[in-house]
């Protein structure tokens, strides 16, 4: 093989051929890189797969946690990031950066009480609050009893369980704290990792769901795909206007739906306790981070598409997940937004 | 015998010597370099979580390392109850752990059958190349929940007893300060055991036979021959299962809790410096990563606190025995 290489015509031919394939390479497919929250690390991945099928190109999504994302877009290192906290005005207007939502998903208190069945308890933004905060520490509370004046509660203590690691799903849940109780968000405020009052932590949605599955008369809060894969008992919830909701896809949606993303810049809006009557109040978004003007434009409009196509196709694959599809009316908002702040 | 000219073979003699003294330059130079990479690695580790966390650890001072609060969104972070844990928790793996090592180092050094000892020896060795992810998760879906089915009756039993009653009282979670702390026993028994097993065997047999023949019995043999005499070893053991137990992270995170308090009672949740680390730094930020940094740091200095306190014990030792 070397003798081939001392030719310095074959060298040459040697090394067009090499150029000619690498250019070749870029022109059928480009490979663009995303990272952050490991929320929508299944959904992205499963519609990376499905988007590579179809057009050639990979999408590479490293799911290193939203603080890591964010690091990373703004480092330049990736095409885009993603983060379970939307950023602000002032860090995206700094970075030149803009942000959208990718995809919904729902968060549920789930509980082990014995002979208390999946969706038969009720609860309140109030009690839950008061539960977490340990003002109330037994399941027959009066406060929890008023709730479920059907159901018969044990005396028993009750164990509070949530998040040990910082995650998206403890900044919306205590996000919704801090809208439903003004002591919760004096006391503790939310974040993704915030001072607990009592309780235990687990590592990640499956530590909190084992945790909540081998200890009895425990509450805790895990996304609605953890509860229903590991048969947990979850809550059902009055949510803003009053109503009692279950979890479902039409309840996490009637949430992104009446949320008010119109008066929100740049998508900024936790959607914790939406106004709608059937919304679930608990339901949360990620945000895809994106550079404005970005360095690489070919990779920028690469990721623009699949997120377009993962609006309009990729439905079928975030349901198979228990994710949520944007409703149509945020996918408008959003293509929108594209229109109006991205400039390429 | 014909005696050849010296002056070709003296040059050879001195030529061979020049290159021989290179040679063992080149040697000890690269003896000293493997060890200093050591010390540099270390040193540099240091130095660099001290410098990740100097905005926690010169900017909040001593509360950082009196307060007991961990408030991610006031950013107040205090050391005390990671420290607390880490503590508790190592301590009662090394109560467990000790005494168990030192029989099974006995039993297999002294009593067993020899056929029996290689079996078991091997036992014990595979048990410390279990990654300890698999000892984290076989305490998460094994352990804990047969802890909280015996926890309630030693709340009944040793909680009743005075003063040392209130470690064991408390809701039988199964999780919390005991129950890692047996996991970690667990863990760190191989490594105690096996430095045990290793030291006894260099016992020499003409010491204990001598015991054996003025009429001791095994365990005098044992507790006055073969202890005394690896003593220093021994403790060496022990403290190189107690730096695993200190650093342990995984086993830990999985079934301690992770709850930020320093509570009386073994009973209850609470967290290490190390699984704190582990669960917080993905998604910490700003000021919050540099307490985790700092955290790291001060796993540096108790180390070094406990190893320090090691050498002193030692040295005690040998000066009571007159070395």
């Not at chain 1, 932590?201 to 009895?216: D, F, L, P, R, T």
């Not at chain 1, 947990?232 to 008010?260: R, S, W």
């Not at chain 2, 063992?24 to 060890?35: P, V």
């Not at chain 2, 909680?159 to 702390?181: D, E, M, N, S, Y």
Request: net charge positive.
């Amino acid at each position: 093989m070397l003798t081939s290489y001392k030719s310095p015509i074959r060298l040459a031919a040697v090394a067009a051929i090499a150029v000619a394939s690498t250019f070749g390479m870029t022109a059928q497919a480009t490979d663009i890189t995303g990272a952050g929250s490991s929320f929508v690390y299944p959904v992205v991945s499963k519609w990376s797969a499905a988007y590579a099928e179809k057009t050639g190109n990979h999408v590479n999504y490293q799911s290193i946690g939203s603080g890591g994302g964010i690091a990373q877009i703004k480092a330049g290192t990736v095409d885009f990031g993603a983060s379970d906290m939307p950023l602000d005005e002032a860090t995206l207007d700094k970075f030149g950066l803009g942000q959208f939502p990718d995809v919904i998903g729902g968060i549920v208190p789930a509980f082990n009480v014995e002979g208390i069945a999946a969706g038969k308890m009720v609860l309140d933004g109030k009690t839950l609050a008061d539960i977490y905060l340990g003002k109330i520490t037994k399941w027959n509370d009066p406060a929890i009893r008023a709730l479920n004046p059907e159901l018969k509660l044990p005396a028993a203590n009750i164990t509070v369980v949530h998040r040990s690691d910082g995650s998206g799903t403890t900044f919306n849940f205590s996000d919704y704290l801090s809208k439903v109780s003004p002591e919760w968000k004096t006391k503790v405020g939310e974040g993704t990792a915030v001072q607990w009052p009592v309780g235990i932590g687990g590592k990640g949605n499956e530590g909190v769901s084992a945790y909540i599955k081998q200890i009895k008369d425990s509450i805790g809060y895990v996304e609605y795909a953890y509860a229903l894969q590991n048969h947990i008992g979850y809550a059902v919830m009055k949510n803003a206007a009053g109503n009692v909701v279950a979890p479902t896809i039409a309840t996490f949606q009637a949430a992104a739906d009446t949320a008010d993303w119109k008066h929100s810049k740049n998508f900024n809006l936790v959607m914790t306790n939406a106004p709608g009557a059937k919304a679930w109040p608990i339901t949360a978004t990620s945000w895809v981070i994106m550079y404005k003007k970005p360095k690489n434009v070919t990779n920028s409009k690469v990721a623009f598409d699949f997120f377009k196509w993962a609006y309009t196709h990729g439905q079928a694959q975030a349901r198979s997940l228990d994710y949520v599809p944007l409703p149509p009316s945020l996918v408008q908002q959003i293509e929108n937004y594209w229109k109006t702040e991205y400039k390429m | 015998m014909q005696v050849p000219s010296t002056e070709p073979l003296a040059r050879n003699i001195d030529a061979r010597s020049r290159a021989d003294a290179l040679h063992d330059r080149i040697f000890r130079r690269t003896l000293k370099f493997c060890a200093l990479l050591v010390l540099a690695a270390l040193v540099g580790a240091a130095l660099s979580t001290l410098w990740g966390g100097r905005e926690v650890l010169f900017g909040h001072g001593l509360h950082f390392l009196s307060s007991t609060a961990w408030n991610p969104v006031e950013d107040d972070y205090g050391a005390l109850a990671p420290i607390f844990g880490t503590l508790v928790t190592s301590l009662i793996a090394l109560v467990l752990a000790v005494p168990v090592s030192f029989g099974i180092a006995l039993f297999l050094t002294e009593i067993a059958p020899a056929w029996l000892r290689g079996p078991v020896g091997a036992a014990i060795e595979l048990l410390a190349g279990i990654p300890s992810i698999i000892y984290g998760m076989w305490g998460l879906f094994v352990f804990v929940p047969f802890m909280s089915r015996i926890e309630p009756a030693l709340s009944a039993t040793l909680g009743k007893i005075p003063l040392v009653g209130k470690l064991f009282q408390g809701p039988p979670l199964g999780l919390g300060l005991l129950t890692a702390g047996i996991v970690l026993a667990v863990m760190i028994l191989p490594f105690i055991s096996s430095v045990m097993r290793e030291v006894f065997q260099t016992v020499p047999t003409r010491l204990k036979e001598s015991a054996y023949a003025l009429g001791s019995t095994t365990w005098e043999v044992l507790w006055d021959i073969v202890l005394p005499y690896t003593r220093s070893a021994v403790i060496g053991g022990i403290f190189l299962g107690l730096g695993r137990a200190l650093g342990e992270t995984m086993a830990v995170t999985f079934v301690l809790g992770n709850s930020y308090n320093i509570t009386s009672s073994l009973l209850m949740p609470g967290t290490t410096i190390s699984s704190s680390i582990a669960n917080e730094f993905n998604e910490a930020v700003g000021t919050h990563r540099s307490a985790l940094i700092a955290l790291g740091f001060l796993l540096f200095v108790v180390t070094f606190i406990v190893l320090l306190i090691a050498r002193l014990m030692l040295r005690q030792l040998a000066k009571r025995e007159g070395r």
